[in-house]
């Protein structure tokens, strides 16, 4: 497996708080930061992170690790994933220790570097074609500037054939890398006379190329995007979001558009925080992303009957993950792309002003849309259920509940017709429970607390006390997994600490990082440590007392004497 060095050096070059902020907005509170889990529900951040001793707990639902534990609880992968991962992203090589699959690790770096490859070598075409051929006349005519062509990596691969095929071979990549990857298929290029659009993972590694047709005269399909792969996969990922992330947490909101060509020109019009999805609709895995920007989400979708309607599935999506997208609406045939070309900054931010809660809006707009007075009751109804199997999707039952009143007024109903219609869900399982009980005295747990922040007090602590000595069969878990470790990493980190530590005891652990009321300097920790240390020593003496009590004679008499004495000695420490 992983050598102790290996995840050592992953856990210092990838900073967990930085990480962790990819996913869930973290604010500065004293010396944690704070912010809303994303693995239960909540409306107050008790998710926090401490950048100190590189470790996570949610005081709602008691999850908590350190770097590892966090990638794979989020995404569900297993340990051997999460750090080849994460080992790809620190760029420590896993690969020569053997990690679970060395052939899928082999595979996968393989396929970053050849698209990294085909990404610089269009690049480098498109750069180096004359500015009076027609794709730099198409890149003039939608007003993209050569700092976008950078800055978005754009690239030409001219047809029939650019030689990408001669330069990868020329580097290593056998003909059926290329075919695997659709780069070619068969003798062909696949991106042949296309303008090329290299998709950027956040940590900015090419995992996959679009490419658009941009002359009238060209047959074929307008986008095509590399077929889903090992690295390439389009419902996980958003076009742009590697130059968007600064700006959406800056600006707290995150503008969603179809196309990738939006997505440049709003970020040449300094709207930096907006970003597509890879040409197809909002997935799932998509909207559980965009919840866990914890920012405002604008959908600017376009004008016509497809934008409208990918605009509701985005909606449908996106309330199911507890979000209620905020929306633009542009007039049929508009997109983003032409507005802001044709109108400007400020006619674009004057619409951006206008954003409404789409789904209040599709109340309204639905009920507006009724004929007045009519007797189309069915039209009405069939509407109204329409709406509220939307509504339904809300996993929030108070947030829900205000939206059916709104419906119910919007649509002049009662309120209670517009309950149980749908069969009766299993209620939600509340996400916040109250913490579990320690497994352990609370002395121990002085103890682990000091192990874990105080490397220097171990020696200590292992001096005064067996790893056998514990009292529970939790804390000897514990004690015998730390003891083990010590014997190499006397003074590793609490990250590294925690990873040998039983998942179902990793929260009491984790809890004890970062609580508020805990043990921060070294004179008071030993203070502790000495007293939990002479108390368990106590316990331990009371223990064979109970059973000579039962005794009368003279030995047990001497034995009960000389425990008293050893019991006054050790609890004088007090
Ligand atoms: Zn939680």
């Known amino acids: 497996m992983f050598s102790e060095e290996q995840l050592t050096e992953i856990r210092e070059r990838v900073s967990l708080v930085e990480f962790i902020g990819e996913y869930v907005q973290l604010k500065k509170a004293g010396k944690n930061y704070k912010g809303l889990c994303p693995f239960h529900q909540e409306k107050s951040p008790s998710f926090t992170v401490s950048p100190d001793r590189d470790t996570f707990h949610c005081f709602g639902c008691h999850s908590g690790g350190n770097l590892f534990h966090f990638l794979m609880k989020l995404e569900g992968l297993s340990f051997p994933e999460a750090v080849e991962r994460l080992a790809e992203r620190a760029g420590v090589s896993v690969d020569s220790h053997g990690p679970a699959d060395p052939e899928a690790g082999r595979r996968r770096s393989e396929a970053l570097e050849l698209h990294r490859q085909a990404a610089w070598y269009y690049h480098c075409l498109l750069k180096k074609t004359p500015k009076d051929h027609s794709v730099w006349a198409y890149l003039t ?7 976008a062509v950078e800055s978005f990596h754009l690239g030409y691969a001219p047809a029939p054939d650019s030689g990408l ?53 060209d047959s074929g399909p307008k986008y095509l995007n590399s077929p889903e792969s090992e690295i390439f996969k389009k419902g996980e990922l958003f076009y742009g979001m590697h130059l968007a992330k600064t700006e959406i947490r800056k600006r707290n909101q995150v503008l969603l558009v179809e196309g990738y060509l939006d997505v440049l020109t709003l970020h040449l019009h300094g709207f930096g925080h907006a970003v597509a999805p890879l040409g197809t609709a909002l997935t799932a895995a998509q909207g ?20 409208r309607e990918a605009g509701l599935r985005a909606l449908e999506i996106l309330l199911s993950q507890g979000v209620a997208p ?3 609406h542009l007039e049929n045939g508009e997109d983003p792309d032409s507005l802001l070309r044709r109108h400007g900054r400020l006619v674009f931010e004057k619409k951006l002003q206008e954003r409404r809660n789409l789904l209040e809006e599709l109340i309204d707009k639905s009920s507006a849309a009724l004929p007045r007075g009519s007797v189309e009751l069915e039209k009405k109804g069939r509407t109204a259920r329409k709406l509220l199997e939307l509504i339904e999707k809300i996993p929030d039952s108070i947030v829900q509940n205000l939206y059916r009143r709104r419906l ?15 069969a009766k869900k299993k209620p939600q399982q509340a996400a916040v429970v109250p913490p579990p009980e320690r497994p352990w005295l609370p ?13 220097a007090l171990r020696a200590e602590i292992q001096q005064a006390l067996d790893a056998e000595e514990f009292s529970s069969e939790a804390a000897l878990e514990i ?65 064979p007392l109970r059973t000579v009590k039962a005794m009368s004679n003279f030995d047990a008499l001497n034995l009960i004497h000389e425990k008293v004495q050893a019991l006054a000695a050790v609890t004088k420490v007090k």
């Not at 007024?409 to 219609?421: K, N, S």
């Not at 530590?501 to 990793?506: A, D, Q």
Request: with cysteine; aromatic share 12%; charged share 30%.
């Open 408 to 422: 119910a007024e919007a649509f002049d109903m009662p309120e209670d017709w517009l309950r149980g219609i749908r």
């Open 479 to 543: 004690s015998r997994a730390f003891w083990e470790l010590a014997k190499n990493e006397p003074y590793g980190t609490p990250a590294q600490y925690l990873q040998v530590v039983p998942e179902s005891l990793l929260c009491y652990l984790t809890a004890l990082t970062v609580k508020s009321n805990g043990f921060e300097e070294v004179g008071l920790a030993k203070m502790a440590m000495n007293q939990a240390l002479a108390r368990l020593k106590a316990r331990r003496l009371r223990e």
């Open 288 to 307: 559980k992303a965009l919840q866990r920007l914890d920012a405002e989400i604008v959908l600017l979708f376009d004008g016509d009957k497809a934008g």
């Open 141 to 147: 005519q939608r007003q993209i500037p050569e700092s």
């Open 165 to 217: 095929g001669a330069h990868l071979r020329k580097k290593g990549f056998a003909p059926e890398t290329l075919e695997r990857y659709s780069l070619y298929r068969g003798r062909r290029e696949f991106f042949r006379g296309r303008l090329i659009f290299p998709i950027f993972r956040q940590d900015k590694k090419a995992v996959g190329l679009g490419g658009r047709l941009f002359q009238e005269k």
């Open 443 to 455: 002395e121990e747990e002085i103890l682990f607390e000091i192990w874990l922040k105080f490397p």
């Open 326 to 328: 905020q929306a633009v």
